[in-house]
């Protein structure tokens, strides 16, 4: 079973950094892209980050430049690095894998970010 699970989230003043982890333990042969998304408390989950099977990568505008998406193949592991960390980083951090084809995508659980100032 694909199943995102994620971990790496934690307490960090302003400035500081994290970096998310995001293990799918089973990858399908029709795995099109991994993504990060974020919903902080009353706020809609945004997409954060997104790279695909073929290395593509994308970011919402308010990251580019502080956060990292990349894969690490032999441990089957996606990460997030997250450098110069805001207040309005602060939110559940979830992995997201979309397969080919499909309408909805396998979500993890998420993680907690919380950025102080």
């Known amino acids: 079973q694909v199943q995102p699970v994620e971990s790496g989230g934690g307490l960090v003043q302003a400035g500081g950094s994290l970096r998310l982890s995001c293990v799918v333990s089973?990858?399908?042969?029709?795995?099109?892209?991994i993504a990060w998304h974020r919903q902080a408390p009353g706020n809609e989950r945004e997409l954060v980050a997104q790279?695909?099977?073929?290395?593509?990568?994308t970011y919402v505008d308010s990251v580019k430049g502080r956060f990292t998406i990349s894969k690490d193949s032999t441990k089957k592991t996606w990460l997030l690095q997250m450098n110069r960390l805001k207040p309005e980083d602060t939110g559940v951090y979830y992995c997201?894998?979309?397969?080919?084809?499909?309408?909805?995508?396998?979500w993890g659980q998420g993680t907690q970010v919380t950025v102080s100032s």
């Open positions: 089973i990858i399908p042969f029709d795995l099109h892209s």
């Open positions: 790279i695909t099977e073929a290395g593509t990568t």
């Open positions: 997201a894998a979309r397969i080919w084809g499909s309408i909805e995508d396998i």
